[in-house]
């Protein structure tokens, strides 16, 4: 378990680094302070451990560190080892360990910029197909999908950014038909009783809130209950 943990802390930094990354010298350099540019020791780049040690400051210019890095790094700590404690009712690991490793540092990017690189959706989409062997491409039930979501867009695209399009479009060629419908009931859902409980603490309501945190909220639900929901509306029980 303790290499499950290491390499979830390893490879959250890369992913979320990647994920707020504006130009391609990222792949090229190694890891550096964003506000002095002093090029980062591996003391300094141990997952969690670095970050509560320097108490989120640089060790050098003592500027703040970006939170999303070490929330990252403890998200996917927590999301890598919760297959050994909780059965996975859709039992795609491969899927499931693809989905928090890559969705939660864009949903933590899109919390801070609003926005879905390009090269993480395309990054999502060949590597899902790839590890995922096509085997949930269903050719004319994707593209009927994809038409609606973009018939969707067209009629409400003050409530929904393209991005997120895009990323549906991706999660509906990598995954079963009905798994995808779960996810948007799912991300609905969660978004709507986010946006209750907000208008209940706060009187004014943001004018955008990022949709990806609840996309991968209702995606890790449909892993965690693929079989009870399955069972609910196919099942006979609606």
Not at 27 to 45: F, G, K
Not at 184 to 209: D, Q, R, V
């Amino acid at each position: 378990m303790i290499w499950i943990m290491i390499f979830g802390g390893i490879l959250a930094s890369f992913i979320y680094a990647l994920a707020c990354a504006e130009n391609s010298d990222f792949l090229y350099r190694r890891s550096r302070c964003d506000s002095c540019r002093h090029t980062l020791n591996w003391p300094e780049l141990i997952p969690l451990v670095s970050f509560l040690a320097l108490k989120g400051k640089c060790l050098h210019c003592h500027s703040k560190i970006d939170r999303g890095t070490f929330l990252c790094e403890l998200l996917l700590v927590f999301f890598y080892i919760l297959p050994v404690f909780y059965d996975l009712s859709l039992k795609d690991f491969t899927l499931y360990y693809l989905v928090i490793t890559l969705l939660i540092p864009i949903s933590l990017n899109d919390i801070k910029t609003y926005k879905i690189p390009d090269h993480m959706n395309l990054l999502f989409l060949f590597t899902g197909l790839y590890l995922t062997e096509l085997s949930y491409l269903n050719i004319w039930e994707d593209i009927v999908i994809i038409l609606i979501l973009h018939l969707f867009y067209y009629l409400f695209s003050e409530s929904i950014g393209y991005g997120d399009i895009k990323l549906f479009t991706v999660i509906t060629l990598i995954t079963p038909v009905n798994f995808f419908i779960y996810t948007i009931l799912m991300t609905y859902i969660i978004g709507g009783l986010f946006i209750i409980i907000l208008h209940l603490y706060k009187n004014k309501i943001p004018s955008k809130i990022p949709l990806v945190p609840f996309i991968t909220n209702a995606l890790i639900l449909s892993f965690l209950l693929y079989e009870e929901m399955n069972q609910i509306y196919f099942g006979g029980f609606l």
